[in-house]
C-alpha cells in the first residue's frame, strides 16, 4: 500500500494505492482543488497556491488514514511528486514526504509529475499497464507523445514547440472573456457551436514530424475575433477546439503507424474533452488500435496517479536518497524518476 502525494500546481492531493495481482488498486484518494482560489486571478498564481498546499496537506493525510482505516506503520512507502511544476509547490509535498519517511522508516520516492500521467489510463480499469502503447499526454503544461515501452522506459516522439494544448485551451478562453480553467468553459460553450464555421489551421500537421504547435492557432483566433467581434461565441469554440482535435488525432495516428503500437493511451486534463475523447476513440477504431483514456478524476492532477507511478518503481526496488531536490523542469527521462 502505497501513500502518494501531488502538490505540483493547484490541486493538493493524497491517495493509497495497492497492487494486486499486477493490477493498479485506489483505496483511498482524496483532491482539494484550489480553482476556486484562483479563479479571479485567470490562472494559478504560485504564492497562492504553496499557501494553499501548506495548510491543506497535513489534515488531507490524517483524513485519507482515518477514513480508510489505514495507519502510517502500515504502509509499504510513500511517492510524491518532485517535478515538472511549480518550484515552492513541489517543494511543500516533497518536504512533507521526507519528513514521514523519516519519521516512519518507510521508504520514499520522488516521482516525475508525467509518468503519473502517463500511468493513469491504466488505473480504474483494473487493466495492469501494457507495453509497448503509445501515450499521449495533453495536460496544462505539456503535449508529449511517448512510446512506452516498459516501466521507466520512455521514448519521447513528439512534443509541442510553444503552447501547450491545455494552455492553448486556457489563453484562448480568456481572449473569449472565459473564466479560468479555459478548457472546460470552451468545451461548455462549443456544445452549441459548428465546428466548421471557422476553418482555423491546422498547425504543423502536415510539417513531417510529430511535434506541435499551438501558439499560431491562438493567434488566428485572436485576429478572427478583432475583425469579427459579433461573431457567435459557441460557433468560435467548437471551431477552435475542432482545430485542436484534428491536430492531435492527426499526429497521434501518424505516430501509431510509426511506432506500430496496438494500443493508444490518453490522458491529461484535456483528456477530460469529451470531443476529443470520442474522435481519439473513432481514429482508433478505425485503424485497429485498442483505445484507453484515463477516467476524468484521474485526468487531472491527483494523486492516485503518483501513488500507482511510485509503487511500479517501489516494486522495482528504487528508492530516493535523501538529498534529492524538486525539479521544476524535471524530464521525462529513460530509466530515471
Ligand atoms: O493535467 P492538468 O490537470 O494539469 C497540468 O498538469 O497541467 O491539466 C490542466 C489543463 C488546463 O489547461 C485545463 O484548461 C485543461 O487541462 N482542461 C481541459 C478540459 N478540462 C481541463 N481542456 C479541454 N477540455 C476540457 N474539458
Ligand atoms: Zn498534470
New binding site residues.
Given amino acids: 500500500m502505497i501513500l502518494g502525494i501531488e502538490t ?4 493538493t492531493s493524497v491517495a493509497l494505492v495497492s497492487d494486486i495481482g499486477g493490477r493498479l488498486e485506489i483505496h483511498a484518494h482524496l483532491i482539494a482543488s484550489q480553482i476556486e482560489a484562483h479563479r479571479p486571478y485567470g490562472g494559478v498564481v504560485p504564492e497562492l497556491a504553496t499557501r494553499q498546499h501548506l495548510a491543506r496537506l497535513d489534515p488531507l493525510v490524517e483524513r485519507l488514514l482515518q477514513e480508510s482505516g489505514m495507519t502510517l506503520p502500515g504502509l509499504s512507502g510513500i511517492a510524491v511528486t518532485r517535478g515538472p ?1 511549480l518550484a515552492s509547490s513541489l517543494l511543500i509535498g516533497l518536504s512533507y514526504a521526507k519528513g514521514l519517511a523519516l519519521a516512519s522508516g518507510k521508504p520514499w520516492i520522488g516521482v516525475n ?1 508525467m509518468e503519473g ?1 502517463l500511468v493513469s489510463p491504466f488505473l480504474a480499469g483494473g487493466q495492469p499497464p501494457e507495453f509497448p502503447h503509445l501515450a499521449l ?6 503535449t508529449l507523445l511517448v512510446e512506452v515501452r516498459g516501466p521507466g522506459n520512455y521514448q519521447v516522439i513528439g512534443t509541442t514547440l510553444d503552447d ?4 492553448a ?2 489563453k484562448v ?1 480568456k481572449l473569449l472573456g472565459l473564466d ?8 461548455k460553450h462549443a456544445r452549441d457551436g459548428n465546428p466548421a464555421a471557422v476553418d482555423f489551421p491546422r498547425s504543423m500537421l502536415d510539417s513531417g514530424d510529430l511535434n506541435f504547435s499551438f501558439s499560431g492557432l491562438k493567434t488566428a483566433v485572436r485576429i478572427f475575433k478583432g475583425k469579427h467581434p459579433e461573431f457567435p461565441l459557441a460557433d468560435l469554440c467548437a471551431s477552435f ?1 475542432q482545430a485542436v482535435i484534428d491536430v492531435l488525432a492527426g499526429k497521434a495516428r501518424k505516430a501509431l503507424r510509426l511506432t506500430g503500437c496496438h494500443t493508444l493511451a490518453l ?8 470531443a ?1 475523447g470520442q474522435a481519439m476513440e473513432r481514429m482508433a477504431a478505425a485503424d485497429g488500435v485498442r483505445f484507453l483514456s484515463a477516467d476524468r478524476i484521474l ?3 491527483n494523486a492516485a496517479m503518483i501513488a500507482a507511478a511510485g509503487l511500479l518503481r517501489l516494486r522495482a526496488g528504487q528508492t530516493s536518497p535523501w538529498d534529492l531536490d524538486v525539479d521544476p523542469n524535471l524530464r521525462l527521462a529513460v530509466g530515471a524518476p
Fill in positions: 505540483s500546481c493547484d490541486e511544476g509529475h500521467h499526454i495533453v495536460s496544462g503544461g505539456h501547450a494544448a491545455g494552455e485551451f486556457d478562453a479560468y480553467p479555459g478548457g472546460p468553459e470552451i468545451e477546439q490522458s491529461g486534463g484535456v483528456s477530460c474533452n469529451r476529443l485526468s487531472t492532477d
